[in-house]
């Protein structure tokens, strides 16, 4: 089962391509990155999205990768918080 990861504080002009290279180097396999971007502008947002293929894998990233500097930027790694479901309008 995979485990989803949210990647926070990455420095402008990193790539979905980087991030995969960095994550796979470090804890194993990674089944989808995602930068979250602006519609209008493509610029990046600061954070990603990153799925690992295990569970196993995913706590080897959040050890090793949480705080790694980038640029001089720390990364904040965690697992990310399920996506809250639509509120019911209505009876």
């Given amino acids: 089962m995979s485990a989803r990861l ?18 796979e180097r470090q804890a194993g396999t990674v089944v989808h990155v995602s930068i979250m971007t602006d519609r209008r502008s493509g610029d990046s947002h600061g954070y990603a999205f990153v799925e690992m293929e295990t569970d196993e894998a995913a706590d080897r990233a959040v ?20 996506r809250a479901q639509p509120r019911k309008v209505g009876p």
């Fill in 6 to 23: 949210f990647v926070d504080n990455l420095p402008a002009g990193t790539t979905e391509e980087a991030l995969r290279a960095l994550f």
């Fill in 63 to 82: 050890a090793r990768l949480h705080g790694h500097l980038i640029h001089g930027l720390p990364l904040h790694v965690s697992v990310a918080r399920p």
